[in-house]
C-alpha cells in the first residue's frame, strides 16, 4: 500500500488484464457486527481488511466477542445478544458502517442490561451527522449523551431503565442516510423478544439498495424482515440472530466501478475482466454497469465476474438519478470527463455527509483538470475540459475521490487533447478505508509507453551515498528502486559460488543474463534466498567493481535493469544510470564526496557492525575503485552533462534527500506537493 505523501501518475494510454476486488464494505461490516451478535461461531470467508473492518473488529473484541484468524478466513465466537464487556471506548475512525450500527446496537445492549459506552472517531465522523439515528433510539427509552456538537458524535450510551418502549412504531428519517434505517434494522431483532417491532421511515428513503443488503443479510442470520413498501419494516416477536455457521463476503461492487469506467476508457484490443462480483450481486452498486453501458461501455457478465471494453468513443453524456448508485455514482463524473457534452448527475443528497461534502470536493477537484461543473444540494453537472491542466487532486481523506480520480490520467485518449498532463494523488493511503491495494492493483492492468514512466537517475562514486539516498527518494515518491550496485553484486556473488574469475567473462555474461533477483523495501533476494547483507562483504565488493568493466557482462545486464522502469515510476543509483542506462531520464544527479569523507562512512559502518577496518586502507581502496571506474574503456564513470552536481561531503543523509526532492519537485508542473 502506498503511504507516500503523494503519487504522481503519469499519463497512460490503456488498460487489459484482470483484477480481483476486495471484499465489500458494506457487506463486511454488517457480517461482522451480524456474527458478533448472534449465538454460536460464524466463519467469515473473503472479508475485506480495511481500515473500516479493523475498526469494527476492535470494537467487537472490547464487547467481548472472540475472534480468531486463519489465513483468509476469520471466526467469531457471537455473544448471542448478551454482552461480557459493558465499559469501553470505541474509536471507529471514519467508519459510517461502524458508528451508526454499532450505535444503535449498543444503544439498546446498555438499555436493556447496564454498562456505558463512548463512541468516537476521527474529526470528519465528528461532522457527520447522527442526530436522526439517536432521535430514533431515543423514541425506544435509550439514553445517548451528546459529547460534543449536538447531533453529531462523540457520543455516550448509558444504562436505561433495563426495558426498552417498543409498543409504538419506531420513526427515522430516510432521506439523509440510509445508514440509520440500516442501524435500527441490525439492532432492533435484540428486543424483540416480547413484541414484535416496528420501524416507520419518514420522507423519501434514499440509497434503497444498501437497505436490500442489510435484509439480505439479516435474513441469512434468522431475521426475516417484513418490508411494506420503503415506508414500514417490521421485525417479527421472538427474533433472535443465529450463525450461518459459514458466509462469503462478495467483491465491492463500489470498488468495482473504478475498473468499469477503466475498460469503458481504455481497453481498446482486451477487456478488462473483474473478478469477485457479477449479476448475482446483492449489492445495488451492480447497477452502475447500466449507466457505464449507458455512456458506451461494452459490458459482458456472469455470477462473480464482469468483462468491460470501450464501445462507443468518446463516451456519451448522460443524465440519470443516482439514487440507487449513490457512492458508484462518483466515478460517472470522471468518466464524464472522456464524454460528448455535459453529464448530470441528480438525486446526490447524500454525497454532502459521507466522508467529506462530496459534491464540492469533485467539483473543486474536477475544475483544476480544466472541467466546467455546476454544483447544485443534490446535483452536479460536468463539462469536459477544452484543454486539460495537470492537477494535484487535493482527496480530503476519502477513498473515493482518491480512486476517481486516478482514472484522470487516462487524458491522452480524451477527445480533442492535445497535451497530455499528469495528475498528482495527494495522500494516496486514503484508499486503504476500503481498498488497501488499489493503486498497485490499478498499474497491474494499465499501460503507457516507457518513455512516460518518469526516472530519476542518481549516480556517483562508491560509498558516496547514492543508495542510500536513492532508496529514501524512491520510498518518498512511491517509485521503484533499482539498486545497480546490488545487481552487480548479485551478479559477482552468483559468480563466487560457481567458482568463476573476471578471466572467465562469457561465463560470467551467462550468469548475468539468467540472475533472478527482486527488490523489496530493504530486502534484496537472490533465486529467492535474501542477501542483502551477503552483498555488503567487502570480496563480493571488489569482485563486482571487476566485473562491472567486462563488456558482455555489462551487456547482458542491461536489460534486467531496463526492466525495473515500471509504473508508476523509478528511482535508479549506480555509475552509469545517467549516461548509459537511463540517458533520456527525467532529471540526473551525480553525488561527489572527498575520499575521505567516503572512507570515513565506510569505516563508522563497518564499526558498528563489528567489522575492524582501517580507515587509509579504505581509502586507498575507493581511490583505486575510482581509478578502475573513471578509465574503463565501457561505461567510464563520469557525470551525464546534464547531471545535476552534489557534493554531499559535508551534508546528513536527509539533507542530500531533500535537496534531490525539492529540484525534482521543481521540474514538475504540479506548483507544489501539498498544492490542494
Excluded at 212 to 226: A, M, P, S
Aim: proline share 5%.
Amino acid at each position: 500500500m502506498y503511504s507516500t505523501p503523494f503519487l504522481d501518475l503519469p499519463p497512460l494510454l490503456k488498460a487489459a488484464g484482470t483484477v480481483r476486488l476486495p471484499g465489500s464494505k458494506s457487506i463486511s461490516n454488517r457480517v461482522l457486527l451480524l456474527a458478533g451478535l448472534s449465538e454460536g461461531t460464524t466463519v467469515v470467508h473473503d472479508l475485506l481488511d480495511s481500515d473500516d473492518t479493523r475498526v469494527m473488529l476492535a470494537a467487537l473484541r472490547e464487547m467481548g466477542c472472540q475472534i480468531d484468524s486463519s489465513g483468509e478466513t476469520l471466526r467469531i465466537t457471537g455473544l448471542g445478544g448478551r454482552l461480557k464487556n459493558r465499559d469501553a471506548k470505541l474509536f471507529l475512525g471514519n467508519a459510517g458502517t461502524a458508528m451508526r450500527p454499532l450505535c444503535a446496537a449498543l444503544a439498546v445492549l446498555t438499555a436493556t442490561q447496564g454498562g456505558r459506552f463512548d463512541l468516537s472517531g476521527v474529526q470528519r465522523m465528528h461532522e457527520r451527522p447522527i442526530g436522526d439515528l439517536v432521535d430514533a433510539l431515543r423514541q425506544l427509552g435509550c439514553r445517548i449523551d451528546y459529547l460534543g456538537v449536538e447531533g453529531y458524535p462523540p457520543l455516550r450510551l448509558s444504562a436505561g431503565s433495563g426495558s426498552v418502549k417498543t409498543a409504538a412504531p419506531i420513526r427515522v428519517r430516510g432521506d439523509v442516510s440510509s445508514q440509520f434505517l440500516t442501524a435500527l434494522l441490525l439492532a432492533l431483532p435484540l428486543v424483540s423478544a416480547s413484541s414484535a417491532v416496528t420501524i416507520e421511515v419518514e420522507g423519501e428513503l434514499i440509497s434503497k439498495p444498501y437497505i436490500e443488503i442489510t435484509l439480505n443479510l439479516l435474513k441469512r442470520f434468522g431475521i426475516e424482515v417484513k418490508r411494506e413498501g420503503w415506508e414500514r419494516f417490521v421485525i417479527p416477536q421472538g427474533s433472535a440472530y443465529k450463525s450461518p455457521g459459514s458466509i462469503h463476503v462478495e467483491g465491492d461492487a463500489s470498488s468495482a466501478s473504478y475498473f468499469v469506467a477503466l475498460g469503458a476508457i481504455a481497453a481498446t484490443e482486451a477487456p478488462v475482466r473483474i473478478e469477485g462480483v457479477g449479476l448475482d450481486s446483492i449489492q445495488g452498486d451492480i447497477r452502475f454497469c447500466e449507466a457505464a453501458q449507458a455512456m458506451g461501455a461494452t459490458v459482458k457478465t456472469g455470477p462473480g465476474w464482469l468483462e468491460v471494453r470501450r464501445g462507443a468513443w468518446p463516451l456519451k453524456a448522460i443524465e440519470l438519478d443516482c439514487n440507487h448508485i449513490p457512492d458508484a455514482a462518483m466515478t460517472l463524473a470522471v468518466m464524464a470527463l472522456y464524454a460528448t457534452g455535459t453529464t448530470r448527475l441528480t438525486n446526490i443528497a447524500s454525497w454532502r455527509v459521507k466522508e467529506t461534502d462530496r459534491i464540492v470536493a469533485m467539483g473543486t477537484e474536477l475544475r483544476k483538470l480544466g472541467a466546467t461543473v455546476v454544483e447544485g444540494q443534490d446535483f452536479i453537472e460536468v463539462t469536459p475540459p477544452a484543454e486539460w491542466t495537470p492537477a494535484s487532486i487535493h482527496t480530503y481523506d476519502d477513498h473515493r475521490v482518491a480512486m476517481c480520480f486516478s482514472l484522470a490520467a487516462f487524458n491522452t485518449l480524451a477527445p480533442g487533447n492535445a497535451q497530455a498532463v499528469p495528475v498528482r494523488i495527494l495522500d494516496p493511503k486514503c484508499v486503504a478505508k476500503t481498498f488497501p491495494h488499489y493503486f498497485e492493483t490499478l498499474f497491474s492492468v494499465v499501460e503507457t509507453d516507457d518513455a512516460r514512466i518518469p526516472v530519476l537517475a542518481v549516480d556517483g562514486p562508491s560509498s558516496s551515498g547514492k543508495g542510500t539516498v536513492a532508496s529514501a527518494v524512491a520510498q518518498h515518491l512511491g517509485y521503484h528502486f533499482l539498486d545497480s550496485g546490488a545487481v552487480y553484486r548479485a551478479t559477482a556473488l552468483a559468480a563466487m559460488r560457481a567458482g568463476l574469475t573476471p578471466a572467465d567473462e562469457h561465463a560470467v555474461a551467462v550468469v548475468a543474463a539468467t540472475l533472478d533477483l527482486a527488490f523489496e523495501g530493504k530486502s534484496i533476494r537472490l533465486a529467492g534466498e535474501e542477501v542483502a547483507e551477503l552483498l555488503r562483504d567487502e570480496a563480493v565488493g571488489s569482485l563486482a567493481s571487476k566485473i562491472s568493466a567486462l563488456p558482455s557482462v555489462r551487456s547482458a545486464l542491461r536489460e534486467l535493469q531496463l526492466s525495473f522502469r515500471r509504473l508508476p515510476g523509478l528511482v535508479a543509483d549506480g555509475r552509469d544510470m545517467g549516461t548509459v542506462i537511463f540517458p533520456g531520464a527525467d532529471m540526473k544527479v551525480f553525488l561527489t564526496a572527498s575520499a575521505a569523507k567516503r572512507a570515513e562512512r565506510r569505516h563508522k559502518q563497518l564499526i558498528s557492525k563489528g567489522i575492524s577496518s582501517n580507515i587509509d586502507d579504505l581509502r586507498a581502496d575507493l581511490e583505486a575503485r575510482d581509478q578502475r571506474d573513471q578509465n574503463r574503456a565501457v561505461a567510464p564513470l563520469k557525470p551525464a552533462p546534464d547531471a545535476l552536481p552534489l557534493d554531499n561531503s559535508d551534508l546528513t543523509i536527509d539533507e542530500s534527500v531533500n535537496w534531490v526532492l525539492n529540484c525534482w519537485e521543481q521540474r514538475r508542473p504540479f506548483g507544489g506537493p501539498q498544492d490542494a
